[in-house]
Nanobody, 118 residues
Framework: QVQLVESGGGLVQPGGSLRLSCAASRSIFSIAAVGWYRQAPGKQRELVALILSGDSTNYADSVKGRFTISRDNAKNTVHLQMNSLKPEDTAVYYC????????????WGQGTQVTVSS
């Protein structure tokens, strides 16, 4: 079993920045699609950003131009740089690592709270 641990959440004012990190207990990110999801109270979990094993990236329209996902395979870490934060970015952010071919896996972190408020 692999553990994913998120960090970097907190309270920030609108327009501010945060950098989330997701650390894996084993070296899996280089062979996985790694995504950051978020879930706000009363809403469904949604995909925010995705980085594939070939380093291509995808973003939700709501965060394009503001968020950047990156991966450091040597440190088994994926980051989400969040700039120009808005109150609607408030949510619990989760890291996910998934591989749909053998060896298959689907791991989730425990989540980190991001609150954007003045």
């Amino acid at each position: 079993q692999v553990q994913l641990v998120e960090s970097g959440g907190g309270l920030v004012q609108p327009g501010g920045s945060l950098r989330l990190s997701c650390a894996a207990s084993r070296s899996i990110f280089s062979i996985a699609a790694v995504g950051w999801y978020r879930q706000a109270p009363g809403k469904q979990r949604e995909l925010v950003a995705l980085i594939l094993s070939g380093d291509s990236t995808n973003y939700a329209d709501s965060v394009k131009g503001r968020f950047t996902i990156s991966r450091d395979n040597a440190k088994n870490t994926v980051h989400l740089q969040m700039n120009s934060l808005k109150p609607e970015d408030t949510a619990v952010y989760y890291c996910n690592a998934r591989r749909q071919v053998i060896p298959k896996f689907d791991y989730w972190g425990q989540g980190t709270q991001v609150t954007v408020s003045s």
